[in-house]
């Protein structure tokens, strides 16, 4: 069920005061008055004086006033006394719990405050916890104005509109006339009248669904003054369906003339979604229901099934992003194979007296001038050197050939040099030029 809280303020008719005249309404020579909630409160020095409310709820708080001159209290839940203290202070202080009492099962119940002394204590307000609606159904309040056309005045003529800042959206309707009425239907579970008290306040008959009760909103003296927007009346565990409720002021009690009506305020209680984070309003003791709804182990279930199928599509996940990592790898090596050793390339292909051959594909293009340096000794060019890892052992290879070719290879390549004057962009020396002759055969001496 949804729960709620309710305000009461000392002046409401849902407290009844008890003898009458023990009991003051806000004194008006106080100079603490402003300090009270709704600057009021009901205070007696009479010992016995008692203070009744009768609500439907599951807890409730009684609030007062503590002061230096103030006696003893009791109150009573039920007939049980809950509370005996007292509310004598060495320093005033306002609107403090005088009591409480909670955990009660959501039903009718009455509170009683008792004065236990001569010494004088106060009620400033009350506050009471009530649930309404189906288990698991969440609450909405709606207001519903005097000035809103939902009210339904009879006669029009017959009511009058005091529009003074006090009042709940700046508007109040009222009537002097016995036989005037206000209505207005509503779609709620619960319903709470609110207007004004004050001693020239006529009793009110309150019709709601055909029902009749008739309460005081100023006579047996508990209001002195006027009072602004006070909880009149509250009805609970109506149904969602729709409801009518009239006010008139009772023509037997010879009390008035006046009446008013300042907003209703209703509370409609619609279900929630009954698998959000353990509000499961179903009984769950089986795994189905007549109705087709999931119970508890059903829903426990998919929440597990759930989370064990998003651990597997994220493992999916992982193994096939792993997979074509692995994949891409694959073809990256399968693009780039070694260069397969050419026979000539092995030693035992080489001509008589050759030493092994720098590779031809790491061999640099020369200029003229880097060529001539190269073999003459000199330090070739920046532009020989840069860029190619394997100068080096080309240089190495060179070297050891220079015997070998000297009297051939260079002059042939410097000839060629020359002829071409300068080399074309296109032309590359990819190779050391073999002799164009072949040496002597090598013949060794007899052993």
């Given at each position: 069920m949804a729960s709620f809280n309710l305000t009461v303020e000392d002046s409401s008719p849902l407290i009844s005061y008890s003898p009458a005249g023990a009991w003051s309404d806000s004194p008006s020579n106080d100079t603490l008055l402003a300090s009270y909630s709704g600057s009021s409160y009901h205070t007696t020095s009479t010992q016995g004086a008692t203070a009744t409310i009768t609500f439907t709820g599951t807890a409730i708080t009684i609030f007062g006033g503590?002061?230096?001159?103030?006696?003893?209290?009791?109150?009573?839940?039920?007939?049980?006394t809950v509370v005996a203290s007292e509310?004598?202070?060495?320093?005033?202080?306002?609107?403090?719990?005088?009591?409480?009492?909670?955990?009660?099962?959501?039903?009718?119940?009455?509170?009683?405050i008792t004065s236990s002394s001569t010494s004088p204590i106060d009620i400033d307000y009350v506050d009471i916890q009530t649930q309404t609606g189906k288990p698991g159904s969440q609450l909405t309040k709606s207001t519903v104005d005097d000035?809103?056309?939902?009210?339904?005045?009879?006669?029009?003529?017959?009511?009058s509109i005091n529009d003074k800042d006090y009042f709940i959206n700046d508007t109040?309707?009222?009537?002097?006339?016995?036989?005037?009425?206000?209505?207005?239907?509503?779609?709620?579970?619960?319903?709470?009248?609110?207007?004004?008290?004050?001693?020239?306040?006529?009793d009110i008959q309150l019709s709601l669904d055909g029902q009749n009760v008739t309460f005081g909103a100023g006579a047996n003296g508990f209001a002195s003054t006027l009072h602004s927007q006070i909880l009149l009346y509250y009805a609970q565990g109506l149904g969602s369906n729709q409801h009518s409720l009239t006010v008139s002021a009772d023509p037997l009690s010879g009390t008035g003339p006046f009446i008013d009506v300042d907003a209703i305020v209703f509370a409609t209680a619609s279900s929630i979604n009954p698998y959000i984070?353990?509000?499961?309003?179903?009984?769950?003791?089986?795994?189905?229901?007549?109705?087709?709804?999931?119970?508890?182990?059903?829903?426990?279930?998919?929440?597990?099934?759930?989370?064990l199928g998003l651990l597997l599509l994220l493992a999916l996940v992982f193994f096939l992003l792993r997979w074509k990592r692995r994949r891409r790898q694959d073809q990256?090596?399968?693009?780039?194979?070694?260069?397969?050793?050419?026979?000539?390339?092995?030693?035992?292909?080489?001509?008589?007296?050759?030493?092994?051959?720098?590779?031809?594909?790491?061999?640099?293009?020369?200029?003229?001038?880097?060529?001539?340096?190269?073999?003459?000794?000199?330090?070739?060019?920046?532009?020989?050197?840069?860029?190619?890892?394997?100068?080096?052992?080309?240089?190495e290879s060179f070297s050891s050939m220079a015997p070998i070719i000297a009297n051939n290879a260079v002059?042939?390549?410097?000839?060629?040099i020359a002829q071409s004057g300068s080399r074309n962009q296109s032309t590359s020396l990819n190779a050391p030029m073999r002799p164009s002759q072949r040496p002597p055969p090598l013949i060794l001496p007899a052993s």
């Open positions: 503590h002061r230096q001159n103030y006696g003893r209290y009791q109150i009573s839940m039920d007939g049980q509310s004598s202070a060495g320093q005033d202080a306002f609107q403090q719990i005088l009591g409480t009492a909670s955990g009660m099962s959501n039903g009718k119940h009455t509170v009683v000035s809103d056309s939902s009210f339904i005045y009879s006669p029009a003529s017959e009511w109040l309707h009222y009537t002097s006339s016995a036989g005037a009425s206000a209505s207005v239907t509503f779609s709620g579970e619960a319903v709470a009248l609110y207007g004004t008290v004050s001693q020239d306040h006529a984070s353990g509000l499961i309003v179903e009984d769950s003791c089986s795994d189905s229901t007549s109705s087709g709804k999931l119970t508890t182990k059903t829903i426990v279930g998919v929440i597990i099934g759930s989370i990256a090596d399968s693009r780039s194979p070694l260069t397969p050793t050419l026979p000539i390339q092995t030693p035992d292909m080489l001509e008589a007296g050759l030493s092994t051959r720098p590779d031809r594909a790491v061999v640099p293009r020369l200029s003229q001038n880097s060529m001539t340096s190269f073999y003459s000794g000199t330090p070739p060019d920046e532009g020989f050197i840069s860029g190619h890892s394997r100068v080096a052992s080309v240089a002059p042939a390549t410097q000839d060629r």
